[in-house]
């Protein structure tokens, strides 16, 4: 009983430790790539894109994702990017499958790894700001999160995290994420898809 539970820890800090290994590569991937004039416009974003080929949508997704995990770019840029290459249609599925994966996720980590991660990814005076803001939301967080998360003006990557540390639960969240972030992808796609 004893080896099968130091087994199960064993493994479940192999494969944490392999997770951000993974992360951390991804983020420098896309720092790197950021640094080098990649993602400065949305005309560099899709040529850079459009360099993978058949794989330029799931490239388009995995990079939405990790966009909500480290925000170094505004998210409208990629949800244009995706409007303009793949259409209306093809752009708005990569970016939400996209968006809503990295948003899961930040809650997720967040949830496991505590205060600590969140203070790590954002700036102590950013942190502060925001905390302090939603503070002022505490009695009905529930629908402030749906409104802050429907509005394309939000900082969505930090309310994600900031979520994952409080007692709401990952369904409600992920409710709340899957049925408010869809309205502001799907305008910039039927703006953009037609417009590129």
């Not at 944490?16 to 992360?23: A, N």
């Not at 794989?55 to 990017?81: D, E, N, R, S, W």
Request: net charge positive; aromatic share 16%; proline share 3%.
């Amino acid at each position: 009983m004893e080896k099968a539970e130091s087994s199960g820890k064993k493994r479940k800090i192999l494969l944490t430790i392999c997770f951000f290994v993974l992360l951390i590569a991804c983020i420098a991937f896309f720092l790197h790539e950021f640094l080098h004039g990649h993602f400065s416009s949305v005309d560099s974003l899709n040529e850079y894109i459009a360099r993978y080929g058949v794989f330029a949508p799931l490239m388009l997704t995995f990079f939405q994702c990790v966009k909500v995990l480290y925000a170094i770019i505004p998210g409208a840029i990629g949800c244009i990017a995706g409007a303009g290459m793949f259409g209306t249609v093809g752009g708005f599925i990569c970016n939400y499958v996209g968006i809503c994966s990295g948003s899961l996720l930040a809650f997720a980590l967040s949830r496991r790894y505590g205060i600590a991660l969140v203070q790590q990814v954002f700036s102590k005076k950013k942190y502060d700001s925001c905390v302090a803001w939603i503070e002022r939301q505490k009695r009905s967080y529930p629908v402030f999160l749906w409104i802050a998360i429907f509005l394309p003006i939000s900082p969505d990557d930090f309310l994600c995290y900031f979520t994952g540390l409080t007692k709401m639960s990952f369904r409600k969240f992920a409710i709340i994420i899957l049925t408010a972030k869809p309205w502001a992808i799907l305008m910039y796609s039927l703006i953009f898809g037609q417009v590129l």
